[in-house]
């Protein structure tokens, strides 16, 4: 397990009770979305899907790597960032 830092998108602030920077353990992406959904329950159904894939309308980054599998690997000081996509022209 290592200690990560999740930076969480303004969209997403109602489910943590405002809290911009929340720090889990976790060994992969996907367990420290689901430690976040221990602490604010919701928030991993906004993020990812009943397949647990990651939403169309969500990106999730490991530093500056956009993550595409929830297994990913994360390691001790990392920083993810939950982002809400962006569309339109």
Known sequence: MAAVRVR???LLYSYTGGLKIIEVEAA???EAIAALDSRFPGL???VIDEQRRIRPHM???LGEEKVRD???PITTGAEIYIVGALSGG
Do not use: H, S
Request: glycine fraction near 6%; proline fraction near 7%; avoid cysteine.
């Open 59 to 61: 990106n999730i980054f």
């Open 44 to 46: 991993a159904f906004r």
């Open 70 to 72: 929830l297994a990913t």
């Open 28 to 30: 992969t992406v996907g």
């Open 8 to 10: 969480i998108a303004p």
